[in-house]
């Protein structure tokens, strides 16, 4: 059965197989490399399986399996067949690193994980680590964005599935992306009062997604989608083809303004709700030094991983969302390829029994990403609000850095976002550029007039998250290490 791990005390020295994240990608890689033999941790920052797509699933009453749907509701299968496993599971456990083992720790595993769980930090070793970060939100900067009364999409929906908390007044949603009417439906049918939902999807994205069209419709996401949008469009406004738009009020959201070419509307509201995509989390992806690109079609950056997630990274593989926008039935078997390829990797399973599987679990993931690439072109969001417009905008709102700000420094020649963080501290903040590494690569990139890719990132190095000196302070103290302070080591007698 599986084993509750609530102290980092309590973690083993190794594991064959760590994976970060309890999505249904982690979910799917624990069990998958549980079943063939290999010692497997699962860690996760919150309380319960599941994710940010199967949130607090198994607590769930039935009226909030009702609201939030059947794709929803099918998560609680995935975590009871996780339940039942063979594999050690750290809720609030934080990993902030992962790198090549210390020969000193364990040489024969070739990992080491840095974690903190219950106010103590370790480093373990492992033969494997899957990472199944999954996804942000991507920052949707334009002036107002950062004022009360206005949150992602996302938030909104964490809080209906973690805490049954709905908004109260007249709730306003505003972007691009599947997710918005999804959000838009969910709030629906709880009872919110949704009296707008404003469109910002250029039309133009028709032109590259409409060869894609006839896969989409053949799939499974064609018929959701379209119940999504009839169900909205029949219980709330929805206004299409905006291309700007501008949150104001006194100290809080009042209204929206928002244009259409010459046109422009005003919509009074209580809470605005934005989003405008999903990004994959790389932070920790990086932060190992794993190889990356930026995908133009979804324009996010995106790991560079093989066809069962592996990554540049020896021992290290990449599913899910984390490693690009899939969903949760193609994220969980790009999970379950993962745990295989581990297995397989380790020698606990034979090349026969592995090419059979790989093969079914490859072919049931083609069917599962079939009309993602419509999709992605769909719902493409557009360059002015990714990249904002007016110099007064806020792009950092850790650091409170403008976009003028930054354009002042792109303006002196800075060759990339590393040194107009050190010029700026845009990104040096509590998210450590999850809210604005996007917005800065590219505003970066537009003034030099080169591309993102051209750019990169920004140089991301553990810890990921924060550690604090009381999780240090109750690290093990090792001969090495007393020496490494103290320059001697006390011969007690």
Same mark, same amino acid.
């Given at each position: 059965m599986i084993r509750n791990i609530q102290s980092a005390t309590d973690l083993a020295p190794a594991y064959d197989v760590v994976v970060?994240?309890?999505?249904?990608?982690?979910? &799917?890689?624990?069990?998958?490399? &549980? !079943?063939?033999? %290999?010692?497997?941790?699962?860690?996760?920052?919150?309380?319960?399986?599941?994710g940010q797509i199967y949130r607090s699933v198994e607590h769930a009453s039935d009226a909030d399996l009702a609201r939030m749907g059947p794709d929803y509701a099918a998560g609680r299968k995935l975590i009871e067949r996780f339940r039942q496993g063979n594999l050690s599971?750290?809720?609030r456990a934080t990993v902030w690193s992962v790198g090549p083992a210390d020969e000193e720790l364990d040489g024969a595993h070739p990992l080491e994980v840095g974690i903190s769980l219950g106010g103590i930090a370790r480093s373990i070793a492992a033969h494997r680590v899957i990472l199944a970060t999954g996804a942000l939100e991507r920052p949707f900067p334009f002036p107002g964005w950062t004022m009360p009364g /206005? #949150?992602?999409?996302?938030?909104?929906?964490i809080l209906m599935k973690s805490s049954g908390l709905v908004p109260s007044g007249r709730t306003i949603l505003a972007g691009t992306g599947p997710l918005l009417y999804l959000v838009a439906s969910q709030l629906l049918q709880a009872g919110?009062? /949704?009296?707008?939902?404003?469109?910002?999807?250029?039309?133009?994205?028709?032109?590259?997604?409409?060869?894609?069209?006839?896969a989409f419709v053949t799939s499974p996401h064609a018929l959701k989608g379209l119940k999504f949008l009839f169900d909205v469009r029949r219980r709330a406004r929805v206004v299409r083809g905006v291309t700007a738009i501008e949150a104001v009020g006194q100290e809080k959201f009042s209204a929206l303004r928002a244009s259409r070419g010459k046109n422009s509307l005003e919509v009074e509201?209580?809470?605005?709700?934005?989003?405008?995509?999903?990004?994959?989390?790389?932070?920790?992806?990086?932060?190992?030094?794993?190889?990356?690109?930026?995908d133009d079609h979804s324009a996010v950056f995106r790991p560079s991983v093989d066809a069962c997630g592996a990554s540049s990274v020896p021992g290290v593989s990449i599913a899910g969302d984390g490693a690009g926008i899939v969903g949760a039935v193609a994220s969980a078997l790009q999970g379950q390829l993962a745990g295989l390829n581990a297995s397989f990797d380790l020698n606990l399973i034979d090349r026969n029994a592995y090419g059979e599987r790989r093969t079914r679990l490859t072919r049931e %993931?083609?069917?599962?990403?079939?009309?993602?690439?419509?999709?992605?072109?769909?719902?493409?969001?557009?360059?002015?609000?990714?990249?904002?417009?007016?110099? &007064?905008? !806020? /792009?950092?709102?850790?650091e409170e850095i403008t976009a003028g700000k930054l354009h002042?420094?792109?303006?002196?020649?800075?060759?990339?976002?590393?040194? #107009?963080?050190?010029?700026?501290?845009?990104?040096m903040g509590p998210c450590q550029g999850r809210l604005c590494g996007l917005t800065a690569v590219e505003l970066l990139a537009k003034c030099r007039g080169g591309s993102p890719s051209e750019a990169g990132y920004y140089r991301l190095r553990p810890p990921i998250k924060p550690v604090t000196l009381g999780e240090l302070a109750a690290w093990p103290h090792t001969d090495a290490a007393i020496v490494a302070v103290a320059g001697f080591l006390e011969t007690r007698r």
């Amino acid at each position: 059965m599986i084993r509750n791990i609530q102290s980092a005390t309590d973690l083993a020295p190794a594991y064959d197989v760590v994976v970060v994240g309890a999505g249904p990608a982690g979910l &799917s890689a624990a069990i998958e490399a &549980s !079943i063939h033999g %290999l010692a497997v941790l699962l860690a996760d920052e919150n309380e319960s399986p599941g994710g940010q797509i199967y949130r607090s699933v198994e607590h769930a009453s039935d009226a909030d399996l009702a609201r939030m749907g059947p794709d929803y509701a099918a998560g609680r299968k995935l975590i009871e067949r996780f339940r039942q496993g063979n594999l050690s599971y750290a809720p609030r456990a934080t990993v902030w690193s992962v790198g090549p083992a210390d020969e000193e720790l364990d040489g024969a595993h070739p990992l080491e994980v840095g974690i903190s769980l219950g106010g103590i930090a370790r480093s373990i070793a492992a033969h494997r680590v899957i990472l199944a970060t999954g996804a942000l939100e991507r920052p949707f900067p334009f002036p107002g964005w950062t004022m009360p009364g /206005v #949150m992602t999409a996302g938030a909104a929906q964490i809080l209906m599935k973690s805490s049954g908390l709905v908004p109260s007044g007249r709730t306003i949603l505003a972007g691009t992306g599947p997710l918005l009417y999804l959000v838009a439906s969910q709030l629906l049918q709880a009872g919110v009062d /949704v009296i707008a939902v404003v469109d910002a999807t250029p039309r133009e994205n028709w032109r590259t997604a409409l060869v894609h069209l006839p896969a989409f419709v053949t799939s499974p996401h064609a018929l959701k989608g379209l119940k999504f949008l009839f169900d909205v469009r029949r219980r709330a406004r929805v206004v299409r083809g905006v291309t700007a738009i501008e949150a104001v009020g006194q100290e809080k959201f009042s209204a929206l303004r928002a244009s259409r070419g010459k046109n422009s509307l005003e919509v009074e509201g209580d809470l605005l709700l934005l989003h405008q995509g999903l990004a994959p989390n790389l932070n920790l992806t990086l932060a190992a030094g794993c190889d990356y690109y930026w995908d133009d079609h979804s324009a996010v950056f995106r790991p560079s991983v093989d066809a069962c997630g592996a990554s540049s990274v020896p021992g290290v593989s990449i599913a899910g969302d984390g490693a690009g926008i899939v969903g949760a039935v193609a994220s969980a078997l790009q999970g379950q390829l993962a745990g295989l390829n581990a297995s397989f990797d380790l020698n606990l399973i034979d090349r026969n029994a592995y090419g059979e599987r790989r093969t079914r679990l490859t072919r049931e %993931l083609a069917r599962a990403m079939r009309g993602r690439t419509f999709i992605e072109r769909r719902f493409r969001s557009g360059e002015k609000f990714r990249i904002p417009e007016h110099d &007064s905008t !806020i /792009v950092c709102r850790c650091e409170e850095i403008t976009a003028g700000k930054l354009h002042e420094v792109a303006a002196l020649g800075v060759p990339g976002p590393n040194q #107009m963080k050190a010029f700026t501290r845009c990104g040096m903040g509590p998210c450590q550029g999850r809210l604005c590494g996007l917005t800065a690569v590219e505003l970066l990139a537009k003034c030099r007039g080169g591309s993102p890719s051209e750019a990169g990132y920004y140089r991301l190095r553990p810890p990921i998250k924060p550690v604090t000196l009381g999780e240090l302070a109750a690290w093990p103290h090792t001969d090495a290490a007393i020496v490494a302070v103290a320059g001697f080591l006390e011969t007690r007698r």
